[in-house]
């Protein structure tokens, strides 16, 4: 069955960096996009950054744009997000997602909080 | 970005009752809406993709409609399960938009 984990999240401070990872189990890593999405405390689901299949392509929401990195390494099957300048309001749970149809999200980890405070 | 706006914000029913959920885009997505449920502390769980497809494993209590800007969400008759907080999602533009969620509860 289809298993994300992520891991990495923790209480950093304003300005400093973190790197997410989730990593991948049953099914073909390779043949899959891959999502970053975030819901902050009490607050509602928001998506954070694409990777394509083959990490060709990647988008991201205009917030974190020239802050965060999506990756993928397929041979180790995990996905990852490196985040630097952490502000305040990047304070969530994060999730990571398999996409479904170059747009939506199928299966979902469990999700690992961030906490970025001073 | 399409800013998607749902209704109405909480919705109050009894287990039976029928349930309906609006999701309004703000520019046509065509098809390309999902609906996600999410109870307390668990993950979100996707329901109906492009507009109207049920997703593996989901009852048949769930359907979607819509096209263009306007979209629902029916649950037939409601399973004490049922209760909980739904999204809609668009995948016709970037960045990917949610809807605010409109709140199930008993």
């Known amino acids: 069955q289809v298993q994300l984990v992520e891991s990495g999240g923790g209480v950093v401070q304003p300005g400093r960096s973190l790197r997410l990872s989730c990593a991948a189990s049953g099914f073909t890593f390779s043949d899959y996009g891959m999502h970053w999405l975030r819901q902050a405390p009490g607050k509602g689901l928001e998506w954070v950054a694409i990777?394509?299949?083959?990490?060709?392509?990647?988008y991201y929401t205009d917030s974190v744009k020239g802050r965060f990195t999506i990756s993928k390494d397929n041979s180790k099957n995990t996905l990852y997000l490196q985040m630097n300048s952490l502000r305040a309001e990047d304070t969530a749970v994060y999730y990571c997602a398999r996409d479904l149809k170059s747009g939506s999200f199928d299966y979902w980890g469990q999700g690992t909080l961030v906490t970025v405070s001073s | 970005e399409n800013v998607l706006t749902q209704s109405p914000a909480t919705l109050a029913l009894s287990p039976g009752e029928r349930a309906t959920l609006s999701c309004r885009a703000s520019?046509?997505?065509?098809?390309?809406l999902a609906w996600f449920q999410q109870k307390p502390g668990q993950t979100p769980r996707l329901l109906i993709y492009?507009?109207?497809n049920r997703a593996t494993g989901i009852p048949a209590r769930f359907s979607g409609s819509g096209s263009g800007t306007d979209f629902t969400l029916t649950i037939s008759s409601l399973e004490p399960d049922d209760f909980a907080v739904y999204y809609c999602q668009q995948r016709s533009s970037w960045p990917l938009t949610f809807g605010g969620g409109t709140k199930v509860e008993i």
């Open positions: 990777v394509w299949y083959d990490g060709g392509k990647k």
């Open positions: 492009d507009a109207s």
């Open positions: 520019q046509s997505v065509t098809g390309y």
